[in-house]
């Protein structure tokens, strides 16, 4: 009997090793197999790709570990799906606005919080999937993500916008027309690269597009009806985004012309009320 219980008690031992030896290493991530280092002075390389690991870079937040070789495991999310709030312990993680802006922290057991948007920097991706800039570890300093000499960087094979939307985030347009290659999606992501995502305003509102856009461009995908009738509502804003002057030209005329119409009846029922 004593014989049992030693060796349930030694298994349980072995596994609680196991669990508690370091965390569970899932998919490898998509950072590129060759480019995937940063550098820090006191904490040496930063392997974005470990063999027993992998930093994942999804359309909204990262996830998944990096390595360093002198403080081990860098944890870049909370447990569960971002992006992260980033207001207590449970929610702490790395986020990715639709401009491929960094905010937010990873963490490190033995040096503590990494800001990837600290006051004097922020880690950016650009659309190559080249991460730039400096992040800040109050206990390490600052990590460097992309170098030239000597040459070093992170790069993330960036991830599809959508199964059904594609089209670099124009999911309901590519959904109504087939193709993130139609000519009529390109206009949209071109008005979208030139004219929202270079102001905060804009970004957030692409921002916001990419959070809840993807389940009606699905919806959309699968109804061929839904399809032509997406088409057909899209058509002004796209004839907008190619022909602008043109279409400020038709604006101004139908605004003038309710103006003079809206005139037209004022003083039609000025004059019936004064022939009364």
């Known amino acids: 009997m004593k014989s049992r219980v030693k060796g349930i008690i030694t298994a349980v031992a072995l596994l609680a090793g196991i669990v508690m030896a370091g965390p569970v290493m ?14 820090s002075e006191n904490a040496g390389w930063f392997n974005f790709k470990p063999s027993d690991g992998g930093v994942t870079v ?13 403080i081990g495991w860098v944890k870049l999310g909370a447990d569960g799906d971002g992006p992260y709030d980033n207001t207590d312990n ?12 960094l905010s937010g922290y990873g963490w490190s057991e033995s040096a503590g919080w990494i800001n990837f948007n600290p006051a004097d920097s922020q880690v950016t991706i650009d659309a190559n999937g080249d991460f730039n ?10 990590v460097k993500f992309n170098n030239s000499s000597p040459p070093y960087k992170v790069t993330a094979n960036l991830p599809a916008a959508s199964s059904s939307g594609g089209g670099g985030g124009c999911f309901i347009a590519t959904a109504a027309f087939g193709s993130y290659m139609a000519p009529d999606v390109m206009a949209l992501r071109h008005f979208r690269d030139e004219y929202l995502l270079t102001n905060a305003l804009g970004a957030k509102f692409v921002e916001l597009y990419y959070k809840y856009s993807p389940p009606v ?10 399809r032509a009738v997406t088409r057909w509502a899209l058509t002004p804003l796209i004839y907008g985004v190619k022909f602008p002057l043109q279409t400020m030209v038709i604006l101004t005329g139908i605004i003038s012309y309710l103006c003079i119409d809206l005139y037209r009846k004022r003083m039609v029922v000025r004059i019936g009320v004064r022939t009364r």
């Open 90 to 101: 449970t929610n702490w993680g790395v986020n990715m606005d639709a401009s491929r802006n």
């Open 58 to 70: 999804n359309k909204t937040h990262l996830s998944g570990y990096a390595w360093a070789e002198n």
């Open 217 to 226: 461009a699905d919806y959309i995908a699968e109804r061929e009806t839904l």
């Open 26 to 39: 899932a998919a490898d991530g998509n950072i590129s197999d060759s480019d995937k280092y940063a550098w």
């Open 133 to 142: 800039g400096l992040a800040w570890s109050e206990n390490l300093g600052w």
